[in-house]
């Protein structure tokens, strides 16, 4: 999972126009995988680490707890509904957000799109 | 270059005792069917359909802009107003439009908080209409985020308000209906997509109605996309058991703003909800 993470990191960085909406954007996300811990720390819009868990001397500006199983359905090129989005997985009971939700909706667009530069292109073989 | 059918014209009327200027497009000639569009968005969700020779051949549609909304302007005063739209006031919007343009009980299509509305009528005022397309629309809906994100100094509503709304929309679409549908939202005033959801996710006032809907005077026909997360399929499901005799569509691959978001993918079904609705003008009751 860590490695996924670290892909979002250098494809953000690759990805100007969302470097653009995240400008303004100096916060540390925690996302919890089936209760694995990974804190993503923004600088700038840029992600600048990826640090796995547990820890309790970090501190969040907000979370999505979730399973592997709905990231990967997330992660789909087009996902069933309810995994199509960090919302959906919260409305379907496959995810959680925690924290601070206003500065999440203040950089929303951003923080989606940051977290779907994972997404597969087109579907895997079987 | 091409140059569209659709024409857009104003037309003032008097609503909560005050007039109102509102906008209004339409394009083809027929049975009038009267488009109303969601919460935080405009007559250009309605474009696609207004441009469809094959659907504007028999059928002359209208869609107007609610106050607040696209070119229609607020009322004298909003400068100090909050606006928090209601049933009552969007009631009689819709019936003043229709009696202002002398429309002969049209069909009325309306999606999210437009198809709620035209539930509320179909239940109130079935005299004035000759029969009900309710898109992603539901009896009621309590708001699963807190409507206040979306007017406050400190962050644009309306960049908020697009990203809760992405939530709403198929992968399925393509991304330049997916981004022209959240450019509207983008564009909404200050504080009218919440007011707008105001009355979606507290007006509870509909639930009663629901079973005194006559379809066999005027059909209900309810469509609602797998990818909606604000009216589901089962909210939707809930909603059609509840008035005797309505009929239902479940769009696998679309959301909360099918006409808009995915235009080809819902055409099939706006034509077979046309279908099922009176073929010509009931005559008066």
């Known amino acids: 999972m860590i490695d996924t993470f670290r892909h979002i990191q250098h494809q953000l960085d690759e990805t100007p126009h969302l470097l653009r909406l995240g400008r303004l954007f100096s916060e540390t996300v925690l996302i919890e995988v089936d209760g694995a811990e990974f804190y993503l720390t923004f600088e700038k819009g840029h992600i600048v680490s990826v640090v796995e868990g547990p820890s309790r001397k970090t501190p969040w500006r907000f979370a999505l707890r979730t399973d592997a199983e709905a990231l990967a359905k997330f992660w789909r090129p087009r996902p069933a509904p309810g995994f199509h989005d960090i919302f959906g997985l919260v409305k379907i009971g496959r995810g959680r957000v925690d924290g601070d939700i206003l500065s999440l909706v203040k950089n929303l667009r951003f923080f989606k799109e940051v977290l779907s530069l994972a997404r597969a292109t087109t579907e895997p073989t079987a | ?285």
């Open chain 2, 1 to 285: 270059m091409s140059i569209e059918p659709i024409t857009g014209r104003y037309l003032t009327v008097t609503v909560e005792g005050a007039p109102r200027r509102i906008y209004f497009e339409e394009a083809g000639q027929g049975r009038p069917v009267l488009c109303l569009h969601t919460a935080g968005a405009d007559t250009r969700q309605w474009r696609h359909l207004m441009n469809d020779a094959e659907v504007t051949a028999a059928h002359r549609l209208i869609a107007f802009d609610m106050p607040w909304h696209g070119k229609s302007l607020p009322p004298e005063g909003f400068e100090t107003q909050e606006y928090l739209l209601t049933t009552d006031a969007y009631i009689e919007t819709v019936l003043a439009v229709i009696d202002g343009l002398g429309l002969d009980r049209p069909i009325l299509a309306g999606c999210s908080m437009g198809g709620r509305i035209a539930l509320q009528l179909a239940a109130l005022h079935p005299g004035k209409f000759s029969g009900f397309i309710a898109i992603e629309a539901s009896d009621f809906q309590p708001a699963w985020y807190d409507i206040d994100w979306f007017h406050r100094p400190d962050a644009h509503g309306g960049e908020m308000g697009a990203a809760l709304v992405s939530a709403n929309i198929s992968p399925h679409a393509p991304d330049v209906e997916r981004w022209n549908t959240l450019w509207m939202f983008m564009q909404s005033g200050p504080g009218v997509f919440r007011g707008d959801l105001s009355f979606y996710t507290r007006d509870d006032s509909l639930i009663p109605r629901l079973s005194s809907i006559d379809t066999a005077k005027t059909p209900v026909h309810i469509i609602v996309g797998a990818y909606d997360l604000t009216c589901t399929p089962e909210d939707a499901a809930r909603t059609a058991r509840a008035i005797p005799g309505a009929t239902l569509a479940v769009m696998d691959e679309l959301g909360h703003f099918p006409m808009s978001e995915h235009p080809a993918g819902f055409r099939p079904f706006f034509v077979d909800a046309l279908e099922r609705m009176p073929q010509q003008v009931p005559a008066p009751v």
